[in-house]
């Protein structure tokens, strides 16, 4: 009798032993998601040809001076404020040129000043892809991305998207056109198109129309 006492006690034990271990296992699983993710967020670093946008939020230091070092986000405008120099132009620039651009203009106030500029976040860089496209909608970016790797993003084409008839509408700056992009999928991947495959800009938008699209020819 003690003896099926103690066989059962073991049983038991280790039974306990392994559902403890599985639940273990299952709540490392579920955090898994989570860990990628956060990983996923941070590899998306900013490049050092990164071009500073609007809403942009910058983390501005002066070395040995708290005072003039600053979080701040470019406004609409495309203008950052800063203490002793004023408004000064951020949007349209690297890091490196609006660094040198504040340093210029600090050296009326202090001898040699060292600044640095890092990219805190990206709230600028966006495409929008429509149409004919898994998952259409505005796509943030982080760094440098071609066509094909927009479409990538967007999850791919639709069986019924004419992927051979993809237009990039791209908004000119200071009053200059719209400029309309033609590109096909097959031209790129199969024959000698690589140069469809652009470096898209912010502000593009992609469009994938479907096969079953009707084109009106303009008179």
Known sequence: MNMMIRMFATIGMIIGVTVTTVSAQSKASALNP?????????????????????????????????DLSKTVQVRPDGRISLPLIGDVVAVSRTSAQLTEEIS???KAYMENPTVSIVVKEVNSY?????????????LPLKSKTTLLQA????????????RNKIVIFRFGKDGEPLTKIKASYDDIVLRDGINQNIELKPGDTI??????????PSR
């Open 207 to 216: 469009v994938v129309p479907s096969e079953s699209m009707v084109v009106i």
């Open 126 to 138: 966006a495409i929008f892809v429509l149409g004919e496209v898994v998952k259409p909608g505005r």
């Open 104 to 106: 210029t203009r600090l």
């Open 151 to 162: 479409i990538t993003l967007a999850s791919g084409f639709t069986p019924v998207a004419s």
């Open 34 to 66: 989570l860990q990628e993710s956060a990983q996923e967020k941070s590899s998306l670093t900013v490049t050092t040809d990164y071009i500073i946008g609007p809403e942009d939020v910058l983390d501005i230091t002066v070395w040995k001076n708290a």
